[in-house]
């Protein structure tokens, strides 16, 4: 026989944990958030040098711009 282990949880006693998950699914939003979602680690200094996301998106379009701009005159 299996010596059953108490459970300490902080959840209030009037949830009732079957009732709570019954109508769960698992993974339900998983598409959804794998789609939209590209996270990258920056290393601290590079962190540092942007405040936010937009600061790192207009950083990251003007490398963009400005290696577009070198191929182009390259070519010629």
Do not use: H
Request: hydrophobic letters at 35%; a positive charge; proline letters at 4%.
């Amino acid at each position: 026989m299996k010596k059953q282990t108490e459970l300490n949880d902080e959840l209030r006693p009037e949830y009732d944990m079957k009732s709570l998950l019954k109508d769960g699914m698992r993974g339900k939003y998983a598409t959804r958030y794998n789609s939209g979602t590209n996270l990258v680690l920056l290393e601290p200094d590079v962190a540092k040098a942007f405040p936010n996301e937009k600061a790192v998106n207009e950083a990251l379009k003007l490398v963009i711009k400005l290696t577009k701009l070198q191929e182009t005159a390259s070519a010629k």
